[in-house]
């Protein structure tokens, strides 16, 4: 065992190394049969929910891994709109790449006017439509979405329809609270983010490039 | 109501729209002292954990949003480096903003190599404390930290010291499966992605641009 490991206070004896061994063996078994398994290329559809935080992060992250492949990348943002965010403000910097559409004008509960969420979330799936029928696009954000059907401002079934025939290799990200049970059952891939903790509980402001 | 809004289905009466409107002005005022109350700023250390996909990609949709307010970022990669993923491809597009070191081999189920994993850990661990130092960095995304944890690669204690030394103002997200009960404790912000379903259980292969 090397200085540097003991100096750092890593756990290691023989026996240990070797249990380990053996249970990495078996559990790449394991894995090697699931990704033997998950063998068809095609788009996929996620939705991210839940109260904690990571939602759109966590689509933002596969916009900077879609760009990375060489894809061109599409956002809509429902409901985000009053400041102007670091993700904006960020990707566009790459206009040829990244077509990103604020369509929000902050929280609902900031703006206090139905008719008018109403009005704006149309548009903004809208111009949804015109991304999910463009097969030059690799990757659609639909971010805060879930809350634009939790409040009933777009249907349903028409947002699925319109989910559905868009082009086969194209995938798309769906965020917010409050996912409609319809639109995870349509989903591929469902992820909850469940809040554990936040530092807004401890008193800490919302900071620049976590939380916006 | 606009025609565009009866097109889509949208569901909508003056009743609806009134007491919609009485429940957000209700909301508003709890998230506005909520608001009022986290007022102060701090670097906040955030960890993302769970089996559901989405603790790396929402650290990375992090760094761009720091990017995108002129901050740097450090990031780290402790397990991932078999295969180049188009978030390391993407933000090394940006060698002055983006510090990006892949210290891994891939996931320990492919090496099956204890010494070796252990050995790479504290490579990776001396390289995040050089981060941990620089007060120029603003953001700092410590990628699988929690496995090379979880599997004692590291020690725990020492990896808290050395978080809780860093600057005053640097943020820093600690993802992976596993997280040790001492780091959550320890950090501000705690999400765990719950796996609804994935993907790759409908056979569908880990696509580039959303998984890697």
Known sequence: MSEKTEAAGAVSDDGLAERHNARMAR??????????????DAGV???????GKGKSSSAFGMVARALGHGMKVGVVQFIKGAIPTGEEK????????????????????????????????QLAWAR??????????????LDE?????KYKYLDVQQVIADLRARPAMQH?????????????????????????????????????????
Chains 1, 2 share one sequence.
């Open 27 to 40: 559990k790449k078994e394991v894995v090697d049969k699931k990704i033997a398994a998950a063998k068809r």
């Open 145 to 149: 979405l879930n809350i634009a059907l």
């Open 90 to 121: 960020f990707f566009r910097r790459f206009p040829e790449e990244v077509s990103f559409h604020v369509m929000g004008e902050g929280y609902t509960w900031e703006t206090q006017n139905r008719e008018r969420d109403v009005e704006k979330a």
């Open 172 to 212: 798309v990200v769906v965020t917010g609270r409050g996912a409609p049970p319809e639109l995870i059952e349509a989903a591929d891939t469902v992820t909850e983010m469940q809040l554990v903790k936040h530092a807004f509980a401890a008193g800490i402001a919302a900071q620049p490039g976590v939380e916006w």
């Open 45 to 51: 559809l996620l939705v991210t929910c839940g109260n």
């Open 128 to 141: 949804a439509k015109e991304l999910l029928t463009d097969d030059s696009i690799g990757l659609i954000v």
